[in-house]
């Protein structure tokens, strides 16, 4: 009971700081993690995309129904036919949030600033470079002019983030965009409260708004919450101070039960269409240890994924294969299940030459002259994963290897990767619906790229550089499943589980159409039951 009372006592105070409102004004929602830096151009910070979400728009947007392009600042496009020319209608009418116009000049801006150092995009860049130059048509008319065929640009020019050149462009300190954020979108920032919350009021001059058929975006404020443990998180949507959690299959099994649930707050088990994802243990592979494949391997067979997904994901997960969900067409559904057996792993570090050999239980070897211990540390950016690390730790003891979990703040982790200064680390990547492998998995992506492990295979390469030009999917997805073949078999990941199932929670007062969409549980479209709210 006593290693519960810290818990419960940050949950009262963080409640108690944060009075609820007699007027059903507010959403409120958990990004987990405070953004690392809230600026948004070149920023892949997960948490601080969830803010932008609501901020910023592209060109084009997907429906949620069928995955398809529908309008968003531009209103109709054209694509040559030899798919290196791309028309875009703007809308107009359409204003930032200081009231400004948005025109042809802010879609240049933001493609071309993807190419200049001084703004930081070097770690989105490859995903735009098949496209050559945007070319200003008139003041509500452009054209981007792709360098080559790659299968993808059309998507990179209609998904593309557009920002306001007149607020973008200004010379100030970084940190002065880390404060401010400008967009087109239904919300525009309001308050960003450091280690607390930012607080998005309702863009009533938003172009959306004035469309009748438009249905989204129904709250008049909404409340983005940084609380990254679960079970605070939990007590909080029970107290009335979050509206919507998304749920891990512990959370939903064991921790959302007892007196309130169906009736004050509701737990939902759902199915849909969306990007899946999947956690893992990253190796930097230019460690001097671990740049043995041997070495790796025999750490994968020492992770019992079966244990951890009974204790922990009670049935609702399965082992993963690869960096790639399943039930996607991309998935290689030739990869094998790498099993916990450790035996064989023992067998794997005696042939890359660790042994005992000072009788301590740690296996040891000379490199470069010098004893090396079998002993790798891992950055844990979550408390609630430690406990699968320390199923692996334990195991790995008894085959002689040394695990060391170090749980560590997020920007602090992420500052870590960027520099490449981490023996292992624990993350979790969401896969594209149409996966591209390059940004993660190519060895140029290892300098600005995420692929910050040093993955580096040249035939892996020229298939992936193959794949970017082939438009017929299913001859794309054979190139790209001998892809996933080499990089499972260097083994630059302990992938874990996949996730079946959507698992979600919410309060009472929210009403809404469906559980999920296609392609989005749909939050977007959610309002309130009723414009009083009540204590729950």
Same mark, same amino acid.
């Given at each position: 009971m006593m290693k519960l009372l810290p818990i419960?006592?940050?949950?009262?105070?963080?409640?108690?700081c944060n009075k609820r409102p007699k007027m059903n004004s507010a959403f409120y929602t958990n990004i987990g993690n405070e953004p690392s830096k809230l600026s948004p151009i070149g920023n892949t910070d997960g948490a601080a995309s969830d803010v932008y979400g609501y901020l910023f728009e592209g060109l084009l947007t997907k429906d949620v129904h069928d995955y398809s392009w529908k309008p968003a600042l531009a209103t109709k496009w054209e694509v040559s036919k030899d798919k290196k020319s791309f028309k875009f209608k703007l809308r107009e009418g359409v204003k930032w949030h200081d009231g400004k116009e948005f025109t042809a000049e802010d879609v240049k801006f933001s493609f071309d600033i993807l190419f200049k150092d001084k703004f930081n995009t070097i770690a989105i860049r490859s995903y735009y470079e098949g496209l050559k130059e945007v070319k200003i048509i008139n003041k509500y008319e452009v054209e981007f002019?792709?360098?080559?065929?790659?299968?993808?640009?059309?998507?990179?020019?209609?998904?593309l983030t557009i920002y306001p050149k007149h607020f973008y462009e200004q010379d100030k300190k970084k940190s002065y965009f880390n404060k401010n954020l400008l967009g087109s979108g239904p919300y525009k920032m309001a308050l960003y409260s450091r280690g607390n919350r930012i607080v998005l009021e309702r863009n009533e001059d938003w172009w959306g708004f004035k469309d009748p058929k438009q249905k989204e975006w129904n709250f008049p404020k909404i409340v983005l919450r940084f609380v990254s443990d679960k079970t605070v998180a939990?007590?909080?949507?029970?107290?009335?101070?979050?509206?919507?959690?998304?749920?891990?299959?512990?959370?939903?099994?064991?921790?959302?039960?007892g007196p309130g649930w169906g009736k004050k707050y509701h737990k939902v088990l759902t199915q849909n269409k969306t990007a899946k994802?999947?956690?893992?243990?990253?190796?930097?592979?230019?460690? @001097?240890? $671990?740049?043995?494949?041997?070495? &790796? =391997? #025999?750490?994968y067979h020492l992770v019992n994924r079966k244990l951890m997904i009974e204790k922990f994901e009670y049935g609702y997960s399965v082992p993963a294969k690869g960096p790639v969900y399943p039930s996607s067409p991309y998935?290689?559904?030739?990869?094998?299940?790498?099993?916990?057996? @450790?035996? $064989?792993?023992?067998?794997?570090? &005696? =042939? #890359?030459?660790?042994?005992?050999?000072?009788?301590?239980?740690?296996l040891d070897k000379i490199i470069d002259g010098k004893k090396k211990k079998l002993s790798i540390t891992i950055l844990e950016p979550y408390e609630g994963f430690m406990k699968y690390l320390t199923i692996f730790k334990e195991d790995a003891k008894k085959a002689g290897v040394e695990i060391n979990i170090k749980l560590i703040e997020w920007n602090s982790f992420i500052k870590l990767l960027e520099e490449r200064k981490f023996d292992a680390c624990r993350l979790?990547?969401?896969?594209?619906?149409?996966?591209?492998?390059?940004?993660?998995?190519?060895?140029?992506?290892?300098?600005g790229g995420s692929n910050f492990v040093g993955f580096s295979n040249k035939e892996a390469d020229k298939l992936m550089i193959k794949a970017k030009y082939i438009h017929d999917r299913s001859e794309r997805i054979k190139v790209l499943n001998k892809v996933q073949k080499l990089i499972v078999e260097e083994y630059?990941?302990?992938?874990?589980?996949?996730?079946?199932?959507?698992?979600?929670?919410?309060?009472?007062?929210?009403?809404?159409?469906?559980?999920?969409?296609?392609?989005s549980?749909?939050?977007?479209?959610?309002?309130?039951?009723?414009?009083?709210r009540k204590d729950i």
């Open positions: 419960v006592l940050i949950c009262l105070t963080i409640i108690a002019i792709a360098k080559d065929e790659f299968w993808q640009n059309f998507d990179r020019a209609a998904g939990l007590e909080m949507l029970k107290k009335g101070a979050l509206d919507f959690l998304g749920l891990a299959p512990e959370d939903y099994v064991k921790k959302a039960v994802g999947y956690n893992f243990i990253g190796w930097n592979m230019k460690h @001097p240890i $671990l740049k043995d494949k041997k070495v &790796r =391997k #025999a750490l998935a290689n559904r030739e990869l094998d299940v790498i099993k916990f057996n @450790p035996k $064989l792993a023992l067998n794997l570090l &005696r =042939k #890359a030459g660790w042994e005992d050999t000072d009788g301590d239980n740690i979790a990547w969401s896969v594209p619906l149409d996966w591209n492998p390059i940004q993660i998995w190519h060895t140029d992506s290892y300098k630059p990941y302990v992938w874990f589980t996949y996730k079946a199932s959507t698992m979600y929670a919410h309060t009472n007062r929210i009403k809404k159409e469906v559980e999920t969409y296609n392609y549980i749909g939050t977007s479209f959610w309002d309130f039951k009723s414009k009083m």
